[in-house]
């Protein structure tokens, strides 16, 4: 396979993009550091596009290799043909190859190998020829009798050969794949209930039947936990006069002989108790990695979005970790997320004890000047808004609370990087600390969690490990380095997300911060143990040092190019501490005007790196995350029951799954809007137009107290009444 060829056809990309962009990921560059500084190279490719060519180029490797394993396998039996190679080489999918190999990978006994070792071969090929002057096949069997081998009558020689016929006819990789083909289009998904007596969450689905080429993934995905939990049994049911057309078509010769109908009966047989099954859980299987392969993607984008959410800066916030009968927890932490006061409140006990908490908040607000009040959503969640909105009510200062996710808040608490981090608290506080610093900076906060453990996916405890993992890391780095780390504030957590620094180097890093003190150039990483050149070059950019004497330091300009940036400074006549004030602006009008493509090529630089070097010398260390609009802060809050029809609210997306969205509105519980009820045009995805952290307004359908569910709608009232 020409496998570059696949690539530009598969990308719709220019065979250059794709040859320069294979050669950078093997020669070990990641993801992140071949979309911003290798431009040229692969003429401006986002980050998605690299990390999705780079996923396929990986299978289309694993397809050659296995492809030539099996041609050699079967080599090795001296079975290859010309037909049989050619058809390897037409192998698309790792299923197509494997269909090839079918008739020639080692079996365990089976009935057709019995009948083989009974000699029974020669037989069933004479029956399968279906010539039409050959005898009667329970004629051709009396041959074949021979007690020495076990077959002590013609009818046990038939049965046999009729065993060879069906395994054969099985193992035709033309007919599984005419058939899985059949499944796909017209297949259908059947449910039915292992109790129809048993209560469970899965109800809807106890005589339940969608076909196989319209069922939502995250049907497939509720279904398969269902039989996993035995409140459900699975099929998927193909019609069976079609699927005895396809055998027969393949099979049968036209003209007729007295051995057609032996052989149709072997087909059938094939069908039934080969052929069936082994579709069938090949049906499930690929509907269970599409629809683990959406979840995934849904998942990771979810991810993104809550990770770069915009962050609350300079802000000194009190972080709340509700509880009843433990209390809440109390931590308030500085604009640099360092924890300054801790405590516990009771807020849901006697009156006397909720009295006592509010004191202490409102000496804590004024002591320690504070803004914000983050609320972490779990146990108690409810009632600590509350008591935090009559706190806010009975104080003069310019102080509003949001409540946040607390997921993995209690992962990390309990795990040794939070030990390592603040061994002075237990770990009810540092919940409280990471309820703060989430509202502060939710990226370098939440890099410490383990993602699956973040909950803003569907079933994603539920999705193969490996490729979640990888998607997930994938999300991570991309969203860590589109943003930038700081290198003398960062977590080793953080660093570790930071293209070419793996948890090592990152510990190295942080060792060597704390035994020389700051950095106060790039160029120190050189010094750091195991951060050697190849480290060095794929990190550099994405680090930032605002401490330092070098402004380009502080910028996404690669040490590479602050030679080139010099130069630039220099040609339009401006310093380097001009970077980053009103003066620098004109350099882009200026650059403009000269011709991008002189200005670079006197640079000895590429256009696209040009271009990114004047955007840093004019925003300097710019935050992705300051372009979108800021989190909702509330004063007041809501409940349930104050919930009516028609009712306007603003609300955060807190998760978008595959059938909606799920928006937080301040009562405690997330309101659905349903696909449907997004907007007027079709959309295949609420992610096309929601995305999490996103701040929406919506008007409230209907409200069911009860079961705590609130239906939501995007649509504005005009629409409504239509």
Not at 32 to 40: D, L, W
Not at 376 to 387: D, L, R, V
Not at 631 to 656: F, H, I, Q, S
Request: charged fraction near 30%.
């Amino acid at each position: 396979m020409d496998i570059i060829k696949e690539l530009t056809q598969q990308f719709n990309l220019q065979t250059w993009q794709v040859e320069n962009t294979v050669k950078l990921i093997d020669e070990g560059n990641t993801i992140p550091f071949i979309a911003r500084y290798r431009k040229e190279a692969h003429g401006t490719l986002d980050d998605q596009i690299i990390r999705e060519l780079s996923e396929r180029l990986e299978y289309l490797r694993n397809l050659d290799k296995r492809r030539e394993e099996v041609r050699a396998l079967i080599d090795g039996q001296e079975k290859l043909t010309d037909e049989i190679s050619a058809a390897l080489d037409k192998a698309s999918t790792i299923t197509e190859i494997e269909d090839i190999y079918r008739p020639f990978r080692p079996k365990r006994k089976t009935r057709a190998s019995v009948a083989r070792e009974k000699g029974l071969e020669p037989l069933a090929d004479a029956i399968f020829e279906q010539n039409a002057d050959s005898p009667a096949p329970l004629e051709m069997a009396a041959d074949y009798v021979n007690e020495e081998k076990g077959v002590a009558t013609a009818e046990e020689a038939l049965k046999g050969a009729m065993d060879i016929i069906a395994e054969n006819i099985s193992d035709d990789a033309d007919i599984r794949r005419r058939l899985r083909n059949l499944f796909t289009v017209i297949g259908v998904v059947n449910t039915t209930a292992a109790d129809k007596d048993a209560e469970s969450v899965y109800t809807n689905y106890y005589e339940y039947s969608e076909p196989v080429s319209k069922i939502a993934g995250h049907r497939i995905l509720a279904i398969d936990r269902g039989e996993r939990e035995k409140f459900l049994k699975v099929s998927v049911t193909l019609d069976a006069v079609k699927a005895s057309n396809v055998i027969t078509s393949a099979t049968l010769k036209p003209e007729g002989s007295p051995c057609t109908e032996t052989v149709r009966e072997a087909g059938a047989d094939a069908y039934d108790r080969l052929i069936y099954p082994s579709i069938e859980r090949e049906i499930r299987n690929m509907l269970t990695e599409n629809a683990a392969a959406s979840a995934i993607k849904v998942f990771a984008l979810n991810t993104k979005e809550l990770l770069l959410q915009p962050p609350v800066k300079g802000k000194v916030v009190i972080g709340l970790d509700p509880g009843y009968r433990t209390g809440c927890k109390v931590a308030v932490v500085d604009a640099t997320g360092k924890v300054l006061d801790t405590g516990v409140i009771y807020v849901t006990h006697s009156d006397a004890q909720r009295n006592q908490a509010k004191e202490l908040i409102k000496k804590l607000i004024a002591k320690h000047s504070v803004n914000c009040i983050s609320i972490g959503n779990g146990t108690a969640s409810k009632e600590t808004e509350i008591f935090a909105a009559e706190v806010l009510r009975e104080i003069k200062a310019d102080v509003s609370y949001m409540v946040v996710s607390e997921a993995g808040a209690s992962v990390y608490s309990a795990s040794k990087l939070a030990a390592q981090e603040f061994p002075q608290f237990d770990v009810s506080l540092r919940s409280a600390v990471s309820i703060a610093r989430r509202l502060q900076d939710p990226l370098a906060e939440l890099v410490k969690i383990d993602p699956k453990a973040i909950g803003v996916g569907q079933y994603q405890h539920d999705m193969p490990p490996k490729e979640l993992d990888a998607a997930l890391d994938g999300v991570i780095e991309d969203a860590v380095n589109s943003v930038g780390v700081d290198l003398n504030t960062a977590s080793v957590p953080l660093l570790t997300r930071v293209s070419g620094i793996n948890s090592t180097v990152a510990k190295n890093i942080v060792d060597f911060r704390e035994e020389n003190g700051e950095f106060k150039e790039r160029s120190q990483l050189k010094k750091v143990p195991k951060l050697g050149a190849k480290a060095f070059e794929q990190c550099a950019g994405f680090l930032r040092i605002p401490e330092s004497k070098n402004a380009l330091d502080n910028t996404g300009v690669h040490p590479e190019s602050y030679k080139a940036a010099k130069e630039l400074l220099d040609l339009f006549g401006y310093k380097a501490t001009d970077i980053g004030t009103e003066r620098i602006a004109e350099i882009k009008t200026k650059v403009e005007e000269t011709g991008a493509d002189k200005v670079a090529e006197k640079l000895g630089i590429g256009v696209p790196t040009l271009n990114d070097i004047v955007k840093e010398l004019i925003q300097p260390a710019r935050d992705p995350r300051d372009e979108l609009p800021p989190p909702m802060l509330r004063t007041d809050v809501m409940d349930m029951k104050d919930l009516v029809p028609g009712m306007e609210l603003k609300g955060t997306v807190r998760n978008v799954t595959d059938f909606g969205a799920f928006i937080d509105i301040g009562v405690h519980q997330d309101g659905l809007v349903h696909i449907s009820q997004i907007t007027d045009k079709f959309i295949k995805h609420p992610s096309e137009v929601l995305k999490v952290g996103e701040v929406v307004t919506v008007w409230v359908i209907a409200v069911d107290a009860a079961k705590k569910r609130i239906s939501l709608t995007m649509k504005e009232k005009k629409t409504q009444e239509k």
